[in-house]
Nanobody, 126 residues
């Protein structure tokens, strides 16, 4: 049974930083993608960033809206994926979710993932 637990959300001023973590358990395959998504009030859940790894490589990918400000990384020893968020803006306010999949398609969409965390709130004040 795969379980994903997010942490690290909170309230921060515009221009500040937060680091989200997603602790994963039950991931038994050697190849996975873990993604970060967010959902603002009244909006659909949208892709933020993802990290894919196998025995030979690690690949990251970002939505244009966060490129250059956010960085996704993986701590294999702790089975954790982190999302470092810098230069935060009020429009980054949302509930942030981590997700996992062993599939290879639709990795920038909700449909590409079959495991989800419960979400953590990030609020950026102006």
């Amino acid at each position: 049974q795969v379980q994903l637990v997010e942490s690290g959300g909170g309230l921060v001023q515009e221009g500040g930083s937060l680091r989200l973590s997603c602790a994963a358990s039950g991931l038994t395959n050697r190849r996975y993608t873990m993604g970060w998504f967010r959902q603002a009030p009244g909006k659909e859940r949208e892709f933020v960033a993802r990290i894919s790894w196998s025995w030979s490589s690690t690949i990251t990918y970002y939505a244009d809206s966060v490129k250059g400000r956010f960085a996704v990384s993986r701590d294999s020893a702790k089975s954790t994926v982190n999302l470092q968020m810098n230069n935060l803006k009020p429009e980054d306010t949302a509930v942030y979710y981590c997700a996992a999949t062993s599939r290879s398609g639709n990795l920038n969409t909700n449909d590409g993932y079959n495991y989800w965390g419960q979400g953590t709130q990030v609020t950026v004040s102006s």
